[in-house]
């Protein structure tokens, strides 16, 4: 099994799923290249055409934005399935919605505050994020992590069919929404 702790691994694997230059028009984020939205490369600095955006930068991007600032890097110090998986949800849905199915499925898992209290759901990765999820591993154990993983990839799969629901545009992405994101 590859070493997920390795982060660019990771974004390998997230440039090899996203593809090249993309511009699909129900895709309300426009013009993409590696996955990375042009309002995102032009918020980090690039300039030129997205069909010529550096994979390099892409992963540079990856790597500052969607990983060490929403703090998935802390995550996989504990639990690297978790933090592979809150940082491919925190591209496609943003970190925010990726740290809040932590939140939630953490919340729901603590078997009515016995395990450990409740944490806010302030889709913020601090300290006691860390520690209910340090709490949670130590009372289930790996086969906890595997748990908890279904919890997140449930809520994740869920919010995929509401914005498919929402807007039917985006039916034309739900199926591989499902079957690259899920599992």
Known sequence: ?????????????????????????????????????EAVARAHGFTGDMRHFPRVEAA??????????????????????????????????????????????????NRNKRDFQDIAVDRVIGGETVMALDAFLRKRGRKGEAVLLKAIEALQGARYIKLAEKRP???????????????
């Open 1 to 37: 099994m590859p070493n997920i702790h390795d982060i660019d691994m990771l974004i390998d694997k997230v440039i090899s799923l996203e593809g090249e230059y993309s511009d699909h028009p129900a895709d309300r984020g426009g013009p993409t290249r590696w996955g990375v939205t």
């Open 60 to 109: 540079s991007i990856y790597k500052r934005k969607y990983w060490h600032r929403p703090g998935f890097d802390q995550i996989a110090l504990l639990a690297p399935l978790i933090a592979a998986e809150l940082f491919d949800t925190g591209i496609n849905m943003g970190t925010a919605t990726a740290a809040g199915f932590l939140q939630r499925a953490l919340n729901a898992l």
């Open 169 to 183: 545009a985006n039916e034309a992405f739900l199926y591989g929404w499902l079957a690259n994101r899920i599992g």
